[in-house]
Each structure stands twice: as structure tokens, then as C-alpha cells.
DNA sequence: CCGAACCTGTGT
DNA sequence: ACACAGGTTCGG
């Protein structure tokens, strides 16, 4: 589900309700998503303090005072969302966050439930060498790097199709299905397009349009094309500015062209066949 | 490189 | 019944 701009908004939302905070405890709902497993987990956690929550391609990382970290991924259907005392557990939820200092004068949000409906999301506790390894891992964060950086990412393998180039997180981090086809449509590049078929400028062209598509999704809370909601529950509202994701058979708002969805890599792919050459 | 796998739910 | 869903990893 959730790309950079969705994960970024729940980042933020964690870390500001969050950020200094101890965990009080865990209760694990369901196991065998979580690493250590089981009461291993609750023991890693219970009692760490929140030093603060950030982001880094889609993975949320609670860094914990100690310098040990919990790294989160929502996958398609996690969620991270913040409950009242009375909020009746739900069949998807994998576990509930106590954390000390919140009390129910603190607009009413007590707990913080994780839950994911198709259960591909993990947490998972690292020392701070991992963290490191993980941190290292990725390609550069689209929104705090040069166009010019992103585009020299983008030459090679020269056979790749630009559409899986994108969706690879060791080339840019934090891109996914949605994002991809948005960013190609306002370069006006096909998903199909080889790297080596790019000029220069089209590269840059299209690194633009990526931190440009980013930029704007994440002013609007992200895109709830499904399941999405942030930590508060609620949907992002970039929906309605998408010019092609999801709209098969509906006309392009540039040139009123029907819109096309074929398959890469098993991902759904949508583009406009007139403006994206 | 491609397909399958991990899962559950929803829409046609 | 079948296709499809914001992701990633693994095997062939």
C-alpha cells in the first residue's frame, strides 16, 4: 500500500505524538510477523524510549534512545493507527502500543494499534549496526536529493524498462506502483521505454517529475487508492489528482486520450498512449 | 528476466 | 470463478 509520501505522513504523525515517549508495553495479538518472535519481542520493546520516528524508503524506524531501532513495513495493508480506550479490537490487528505520558486528556489517543488485513507487513527490532546496514541499503530519498543526482541513477542496466527502474529501491528509494506511473506520465515517458533509450534530458525530465509528483502527494496526506489511511484514520486525498493510476479506459486529462493498463513485472501499469512516447 | 509466493478482501 | 490490490523476496 502505502509508497514514500504515505509512510512520510505517518512518520510524522508517530513522531510528534510519540517522539520521547516510553513504551509502557506491547500486547501481540497475532505472531510470526514480528522479529524476535513472540514474548521475545514484547521484551525487546517494553521500555524503550522513543528518541524519534523517521523514514527511510518505505520503512518507518522507531529509533530508541539506546541507539537500537524498530523498523516497521506496512506493505500493502499495514496500518499504524492511534485508538481510544474504548476501540474494539478489530481481526486484522497484530498488536497494541501502550505508551507512558499519553493519557486520555491527550485529545483522547491512548494506544496505537498495528494492524494489516494481508499480513505481509513486518516489525522488526535491529541493533545499531543493522540499523546502519539498513540506512545504507537503499537509493537516495527522492525528496532530499539534486534531480540531477536521481537522473544519473537512471542510465543503467540500459535494457531495464523505466517502469521496473523506478520500482527498484536500490535505485531511488521510496517510488512504488502509484508514484511510478504518475511521475512517467507527467514526463511523458512510457513505462516501457529501455534506460538506454533516455536522452539526458529526458532523465532529468523525469527525476523532476518524481520529487514534483512526491512533493505534492505528500501535501495532500498521500493517495487512499484502497485501504490507505494515516495514523489519525484518515484517507490521503491525492486521489483526486492522479492522471493515470487507476484510470483504465477514462480519458487522459491532457489530451482526452483513453488511458491504457498493461502489465510489468506483475504491477499493473497505466499510461496515456498519446503523451507519453 | 519471469513467475510464484506470501495473504485477505473486494469487485466484475 | 476470476482478476486485481500502495510491496518485496525467492527460485528457476
Redesign the pocket.
Known amino acids: 500500500?502505502?509508497?514514500l509520501p504515505?509512510v512520510e505522513t505517518i512518520a510524522k504523525q508517530l513522531d510528534k505524538k510519540l517522539r520521547g515517549r516510553t513504551i509502557k508495553s506491547v500486547e501481540l495479538l497475532q505472531t510470526g510477523r514480528e522479529t524476535p518472535q513472540g514474548s521475545k519481542f514484547v521484551k525487546a520493546v517494553e521500555g524503550k524510549k522513543i528518541e524519534r520516528i523517521t523514514r527511510r524508503?518505505?520503512l518507518l524506524i522507531w529509533n530508541f534512545t539506546d541507539g537500537s531501532a524498530m523498523l516497521a513495513?506496512l506493505?500493502?495493508t499495514g496500518r499504524f493507527v492511534f485508538v481510544d480506550k474504548d476501540y474494539q479490537l478489530g481481526?486484522?490487528d497484530r498488536a497494541i502500543f501502550i505508551f507512558s505520558g499519553l493519557r486520555i486528556a491527550d485529545s483522547g489517543l491512548v494506544r496505537l494499534v498495528w494492524s494489516d488485513?494481508?499480513?505481509?507487513g513486518f516489525v522488526k527490532i535491529v541493533k545499531p549496526a543493522e540499523l546502519v546496514d539498513v540506512m545504507a541499503c537503499y537509493g537516495p530519498e527522492p525528496l532530499e536529493s539534486q534531480a540531477q543526482e536521481l537522473a544519473d541513477r537512471l542510465k543503467s542496466?540500459k535494457?531495464?524498462?523505466v517502469k521496473?527502474a523506478l520500482?527498484n529501491?536500490e535505485v531511488i528509494a521510496g517510488v512504488?506502483?502509484?508514484y511510478a506511473d504518475e511521475a512517467l506520465h507527467r514526463a511523458k515517458l512510457r513505462p516501457t521505454r529501455r534506460l538506454g533509450t533516455l536522452s539526458i534530458e529526458d532523465r532529468l525530465r523525469l527525476a523532476k517529475e518524481i520529487k514534483r509528483v512526491l512533493c505534492e502527494a505528500l501535501k495532500q496526506g498521500g493517495?487512499?487508492?484502497?485501504?490507505?489511511v494515516d495514523a489519525s484514520g484518515a484517507k490521503g486525498k491525492f486521489l483526486d489528482f492522479l492522471r493515470v493510476y487507476g484510470r483504465k479506459g477514462e480519458r487522459c486529462r491532457e489530451c482526452g486520450t483513453e488511458i491504457k493498463r498493461i502489465t510489468i513485472?506483475?504491477?499493473?501499469t497505466h499510461y496515456c498512449p498519446k503523451c507519453q512516447i
Open positions: 500500500m502505502p509508497e504515505e524508503a518505505k513495513h506493505k500493502m481481526k486484522h488485513v494481508r499480513k505481509f542496466p535494457t531495464r524498462m521496473a520500482l529501491q512504488g506502483n502509484i493517495t487512499s487508492a484502497n485501504d490507505y513485472g506483475q504491477r499493473g
